[in-house]
């Protein structure tokens, strides 16, 4: 019985701040190499070299499969190359195969010690023909005794010089042969490629993205406005809250304060079932008293996209269903009373307390539950929002469309809307950039913010019954352009941390500053014209993005259970 030695990994660096070193590990079962800066990697590089990244890659046995090694890119910034290409997932490394930490970075040279038979290329055959048949000898047979009837006749024997002689003549057969063949394939050849040109189809221009971006010709902001500037949609809104049961429309109930003779009306809140401070609303029949009412709505305009030549329109949820985001309260409605319950069961305004606008900052018309709680879980909602008007124009057009919801996202600030016409429209290109975008990529923004100024266009009616003339805003969008200044991701996990959630959600954040209200749902373009992500709320500050892929995900089924 003999020992067999333990297989060795050998880390050759054949380019970059180690070049030359090689560092060793004996192969078990639990084995991991961690790649990437500072000490705690297995093979750590200078935490000054940022073009490699804290965790870049690691290279783990496979216990299962014998002299099997697995490579897995740990979302680095700059990609893990395994002979020249980019690997997305976890991929098989051979002996003699090539590692490189980013496009420019360290070259490391995987091998093992002894080399497994299966990493061992096989031999190439080649094919140099048949080789010459054995000579066969022929012994000398005794034919003494033969009789003439059996004896074998000898061949007939040439002589040499005749020999000589015809095989002369075969090689000048052979050449001539040759050339003329060489001269007859030359026409054909000839004769058919002259076909093929004068015949080929006019040459057609088809726009193809190819994996590698540096090979294709980048779009300047005029040019993105130009191919897209039909595409890009004006959405005029209004909404209302109201009773599912009814169809009653909500307000919010102002009661009356007297103080010195002078009454003035303060905005009512109520603290609903988990604690939570909520405006007091009431239908008008069943309003108190004596109290003032403000609707609770909401009114304006914003950008949107198409994405199917059928009239599906991708912008904001809080654009399309305004109820399902935080609610902009007027002015006058801060400070306001908490109302409760007195000592003789009625409501009345709690002495000494006031509220203000932080301690309802997220209320959300659409989930109210202080009048006749919402039974969301069951799917029953007793309160809701709902559209009284939601109109799309074209850029450089008058006309308005109506259009109507048909998906809204419950967990991003994406929802498709949809408008009916008999012409097929023309749509944007859509491209999840989200696991290679990177801060610093240029963008471009298109929508119709509210600081432009308005065009509008007057038209006499040629309307027997109706000769008023109709004034009219023509939208004109706005392009502004910037760069990706941070990714904020919603939710990361790693092998380090279980969890990591941003507070804010999952968003680009953008250094653009031309943009904000009527902006929201506006196309965010790359440098090739493909649409990467969706505007969703700026100022002169600070702006942001939603990854396209949450507009895709909505454009179809998803499951979140399987």
């Not at 190499?33 to 940022?50: P, Y």
Request: proline fraction near 6%.
């Amino acid at each position: 019985m003999s020992n067999q030695n333990p297989t060795t990994i050998l880390i050759r660096h054949t380019e970059g701040p180690k070049k030359g070193q090689t560092e060793k590990f004996t192969v078990t079962n639990t084995l991991e190499i961690r790649i990437g800066r500072g000490d705690a990697n297995t093979i750590a590089f200078d935490l000054a070299d940022d073009t490699i990244s804290r965790e870049h890659c690691r290279i783990k046995v496979n216990p299962l499969l014998p002299d099997t090694y697995e490579i897995t890119d740990l979302q680095s910034k700059n990609g893990t190359y395994v002979n020249g290409k980019a690997i997305t997932e976890k991929t098989v490394l051979m002996a003699g195969d090539t590692v490189r930490l980013g496009k420019e970075g360290p070259s490391l040279e995987f091998d093992l010690d002894p080399k497994p038979v299966s990493h061992i290329k096989k031999t190439r055959v080649l094919d140099i023909g048949k080789a010459p048949a054995k000579e066969t000898k022929v012994h000398n047979t005794d034919v003494k005794g033969m009789t003439a009837a059996g004896a074998v006749s000898p061949k007939e024997t040439i002589g040499k010089q005749t020999m000589q002689h015809m095989l002369q003549q075969s090689e000048k057969k052979s050449k001539k042969g040759l050339f003329i063949s060489l001269a007859a394939l030359l026409i054909l050849f000839s004769t058919a490629g002259w076909l093929i040109y004068s015949n080929r189809p006019e040459p057609k221009i088809v726009n193809i993205i190819t994996e590698k971006k540096d090979s294709i010709k980048t779009l300047s902001p005029a040019q993105i406005n130009k191919a897209n500037e039909n595409k890009v949609v004006f959405i005029e809104v209004g909404w209302k809250l109201e009773l599912t049961t009814t169809g009653e429309q909500l307000y919010h109930v102002y009661v009356p304060v007297t103080t010195n003779g002078v009454t003035s009306y303060y905005a009512a809140y109520v603290k609903n079932n988990i604690g939570a401070t909520e405006p007091l609303l009431s239908t008008k029949a069943a309003a108190p008293t004596g109290v003032d009412l403000v609707p609770i709505g909401g009114f304006g305009s914003a950008t949107g996209f198409v994405v199917d030549e059928r009239g599906f329109i991708i912008t904001n949820r809080h654009v399309a269903a305004g109820w399902l985001t935080s609610y902009s309260f007027p002015e006058d409605a801060f400070p306001g009373v908490l109302i409760g319950i007195n000592q003789q069961g009625n409501l009345d305004i709690v002495p000494g307390v006031t509220i203000g606008f932080p301690e309802v900052s997220r209320w959300v018309p659409g989930e109210a539950m202080n009048y006749n709680k919402q039974l969301l879980q069951a799917g029953v909602k007793i309160i809701d929002g709902r559209s009284a008007y939601m109109d799309v124009t074209f850029a450089n057009n008058s006309l308005r469309t109506p259009a109507k919801a048909v998906r809204v996202s419950n967990v991003h600030d994406v929802a498709m809307i949809k408008i009916e016409l008999p012409e097929a429209l023309s749509k944007v290109e859509m491209y999840d950039s989200y696991n290679e975008i990177e801060p610093g990529s240029s963008v471009v923004v298109m929508g119709y913010p509210g600081m432009s100024p308005d065009q509008y266009v007057a038209k006499r009616s040629q309307d027997e019954f109706n000769r008023n003339p109709n004034i009219v805003k023509v939208p004109v969008p706005t392009v502004s352009t910037g760069n990706i200044g941070r990714l904020v991701k919603g939710s990361v996990s790693s092998d380090k941390v279980d969890m990591y959630v941003s507070t804010m959600g999952d968003y680009y954040q953008l250094t653009i500053n031309s943009t904000g209200v009527g902006n929201s749902g506006g196309p965010m373009f790359d440098d090739l014209g493909r649409v990467t992500g969706i505007f969703s709320v700026g100022s002169q500050k600070m702006s942001y993005s939603i990854p396209i892929k949450y507009a895709m995900e909505l454009m179809g089924r998803q499951e979140v259970i399987n």
